[in-house]
């Protein structure tokens, strides 16, 4: 379910040094931001931000970059900052303009409880579509990684078939991964209600030469 919007949420995200307002102005060089050579992993579909703030505290030498449609869900995140973060910055987009913001310069995407877009018709708006995975062919710095966690299975199906179609190969793939082997793992805000629930959640890595 959609939150309420803000009317706050946008003056919020113009003061906050973590959003930048201009991304188009650092294709190619999200190095001068960060001000360091260091790795960029962004996450398509941040939300409440609590996977990206973890991550970002937990690996220190990792640039970090949420990416959030909605200003009032965004605002979430960059409310829950207490202490700095240096490498951590967020983004308020729309992922199809994605190629116009960076330049094989991502290291890694992460696809956290996307949306599913169930009807066949919306095909193309999911973000492990082929649409999409064209587009970051051209973001990428080497190798291509993409990270996944979805309690849609519906999707998670979807996604394993394009990927592998899409010269992908798959590793880790897991359909529950809190009994997996996995021990690394950081929870989004839906992962932690879903797993609270009995729900399972689907965790795969995809990564392409």
Do not use: Q
């Not at 906050?16 to 060089?29: A, R």
């Not at 999200?30 to 360091?36: D, P």
């Not at 599913?116 to 710095?141: D, G, S, V």
């Amino acid at each position: 379910m959609r939150l309420r919007n803000n009317k706050n949420a946008k003056n919020i995200l113009e003061e906050s040094k973590y959003v930048i307002k201009n991304p188009e102005d650092y294709k190619g060089k999200w190095n001068e931001v960060f001000k360091n050579d260091n790795p960029i992993y962004i996450e398509i579909g941040c939300g409440k931000g609590n996977f990206m703030i973890e991550n970002a505290l937990r690996y220190p030498d990792i640039n970090f970059i949420g990416i959030e449609m909605y200003d009032t869900v965004l605002m979430y995140a960059v409310n829950k900052i207490e202490k700095e973060i240096p490498n951590l910055r967020f983004i308020r987009m729309d992922a199809r303009l994605i190629e116009d913001v960076f330049d094989k310069e991502i290291d890694l995407i992460y696809l956290n409880f996307s949306d599913p877009w169930p009807k066949n018709r919306n095909a193309k708006r999911r973000l492990t579509h082929e649409r999409f995975l064209n587009r970051y062919e051209n973001i990428f710095k080497g190798e291509k990684k993409i990270f996944m966690k979805t309690d849609n299975i519906s999707l998670f199906a979807f996604s394993l078939e394009s990927l592998s179609c899409f010269g992908y190969k798959l590793k880790f793939v897991s359909l529950d991964l809190a009994n997996s082997k996995y021990e690394d793992n950081i929870m989004t805000e839906y992962e932690k209600k879903f797993t609270e629930k009995g729900i399972r959640i689907n965790r795969l890595e995809a990564y392409k030469d």
